[in-house]
């Protein structure tokens, strides 16, 4: 399992060098020039010649694009903003935690729901609860997180005034994007579980164990769920990296200056360094998310370490 993990990491490093060039590469050929952004309306054409050449647009792609890589991978630099000449790495360690905060709230509700009515549905199949729990899951596909935070904020933060609609503070700032963030996970969930449980409880062990008086309870939770988790704990690691992506929406909406945020004002304000760096950092956290799925993957499923296991030792008999 240890040279598994390793081989892991190891393929992390190609992923985020292909996600630096595609990033780099996708800048450099938007619209609009960064130096007439940063100068403004009022700058002369000397000025903004003297501009591209301190950032370095005058240069060709390819130096560009090797001094980009140099710096952030090599020498461990990942510059300043364009726009606002902050370090970016002290603005990146101030956002990440809070677009983590955020994400990790918003999978933790669609796991407490949507595995839950999943496996309701699942055991009382094609009766009213069934029903019940798979149109909430389509409801949740249907609606769009932005259209479902404005009506978050219109009822508990305008008309009840509950919970505050933007900005960053305690616990009670993340109930609403989490909740506005969550609907889509939940419906995914809610119908991976139901499927891989309509799947589980068929099989003869299931069978067997209920002949045996085993409690309902514990053949849903012990023998059922364990070997439906498979595929629900991959739908759980796909998720992470979409909701690591929709953070830019529900941050936007909300007013939380986290990396989803910094992404959309380094977009608009052409501030390629920002832009750039940010990416290659949620493509890492993504990777290393990917890991943790494959090594849960091991601890639910025995015969993935049985498999290691047989290499391991295979290994051992050549030698």
């Not at 009515?117 to 009382?124: D, R, V």
Request: glycine share 10%.
């Amino acid at each position: 399992m240890a040279r598994y993990i390793l081989k892991r990491l190891l393929w992390m490093i190609p992923i985020v060098l292909g996600v630096a060039v595609i990033v780099f590469t996708l800048m450099s050929f938007c619209p609009g020039d960064p130096a007439a952004i940063i100068l403004g309306s009022s700058a002369t054409e000397a000025d903004l010649e003297a501009m591209r050449e301190e950032l370095g647009l005058n240069h060709s792609y390819l130096v560009r694009l090797g001094t980009f890589l140099s710096d952030t991978f090599i020498h461990f630099d990942l510059g300043k903003s364009w726009i606002t000449q902050t370090s970016i790495s002290a603005a990146i360690a101030e956002r990440l935690p809070r677009t983590m905060m955020l994400t990790i709230a918003t999978l933790g509700l669609s796991i407490l729901i949507g595995i839950p009515l999943g496996i309701m549905a699942a055991i009382n199949q094609g009766k009213w609860k069934d029903n019940f729990c798979m149109g909430f899951a389509l409801l949740g596909v249907s609606i769009p997180d932005f259209w479902l935070a404005l009506l978050l904020i219109i009822l508990f933060s305008v008309k009840l005034g509950w919970l505050p609609a933007m900005g960053i503070g305690g616990v009670k700032y993340y109930i609403l994007p989490a909740l506005a963030g969550c609907m889509g996970g939940i419906a995914t969930l809610a119908r991976q579980t139901r499927s891989s449980m309509l799947d589980v409880i068929r099989a003869d062990y299931i069978t067997t164990a209920r002949a045996k008086g085993v409690p309902e309870f514990r053949v849903i939770t012990g023998h059922a769920l364990k070997n439906a988790m498979i595929p629900i704990i991959t739908i759980i690691g796909t998720h992470f990296g979409k909701m690591l992506g929709g953070a830019m929406v529900i941050e936007t909406i909300f007013s939380i200056p986290g990396m989803g945020s910094y992404i959309v004002t380094g977009v608009n304000s052409r501030d390629y360094p920002v832009v750039q760096v940010a990416a290659i950092f949620l493509a890492i956290v993504f990777s290393i998310c990917m890991l943790g799925v494959d090594l849960i993957y091991a601890a639910v499923d025995p015969r993935i370490k049985a498999q290691y296991g047989r290499k391991k030792r295979k290994v051992k008999a050549n030698d």
